[in-house]
């Protein structure tokens, strides 16, 4: 039972790539989560799934999309990516159709944009 | 939407109990206060949740005042492996998620 997991764990871009950050998790949960977290702030919700075929957007959601590939999937993209994009990223998923619910953590991929 | 306001760092001793306090002061009636812990390298992890009063499981007791506009992390007898990053966030069920800017524990032998 892995949990969540996230691919990559690190990443380089350049401004003006693209790329598609990966989530899974084994846990046969419903609600799945992106964050980003900066140095001195708390995590700031970008997009979330509630369940499987729905996606909506966070408090921070410009230059990303997602897509619920599955129950068990949820990937986060940079079509264009922005220094300003620069953070580390967590993948959360949690049992029932709400925040409240425990959320768990994947172990984060950190970006850098140059 | 609620704004959450933690102390940015806090200190203690082995074997102390350790009082964390979260100030939320335009927290809506739907909202849940939910605490987190964060070792370095790793994604949060859950402590505990409460609505109001009194919460207690094994591992924290969670203190929220009748107005609830603040909440209190309460870590008994702590030791050198509670040494991380503490996270209060103020949450309902649509998705309004407030995360504060943590609180960066240190316990000291």
């Known amino acids: 039972n892995a949990g969540v997991t996230q691919t990559p764990k690190f990443q380089v871009l350049k401004t003006g790539q693209s790329m598609t950050l990966q989530c899974a998790q084994d846990m046969n949960h419903n609600s799945m989560y992106w964050y980003r977290q900066d140095p001195g702030m708390g995590l700031r919700l970008i997009y979330y799934?509630?369940?499987?075929?729905?996606?909506d957007k966070g408090e921070v959601p410009n230059g990303y999309n997602v897509s619920r590939l599955n129950k068990r999937e949820f990937s986060l993209r940079l079509e264009s990516a922005a220094p300003s994009q620069t953070s580390v990223y967590f993948c959360a998923s949690s049992v029932l159709a709400g925040p409240t619910d425990t959320q768990y953590f994947g172990p984060g991929t950190r970006l850098t944009v140059l | 939407l609620a704004k959450t306001t933690q102390p940015i760092s806090m200190d203690s001793y082995e074997g102390q109990e350790v009082n964390i306090t979260c100030s939320h002061n335009n927290i809506a009636t739907n909202d849940y206060i939910t605490w987190y812990q964060q070792f370095p390298s790793q994604g949060p992890r859950f402590i505990i949740q409460?609505?109001?009063?009194?919460v207690t499981n094994e591992v924290a007791s969670l203190f929220i005042p009748a107005d609830r506009k603040s909440s209190t992390l309460s870590l008994p007898r702590v030791s050198l492996s509670d040494t991380a990053v503490y996270y209060c966030?103020?949450?309902?069920?649509?998705?309004?998620?407030?995360w504060g800017a943590g609180t960066k524990l240190i316990i000291k032998p």
């Open positions: 409460g609505y109001k009063t009194k």
């Open positions: 966030l103020v949450g309902d069920s649509n998705y309004q998620l407030i």
């Open positions: 799934s509630a369940s499987e075929g729905t996606t």
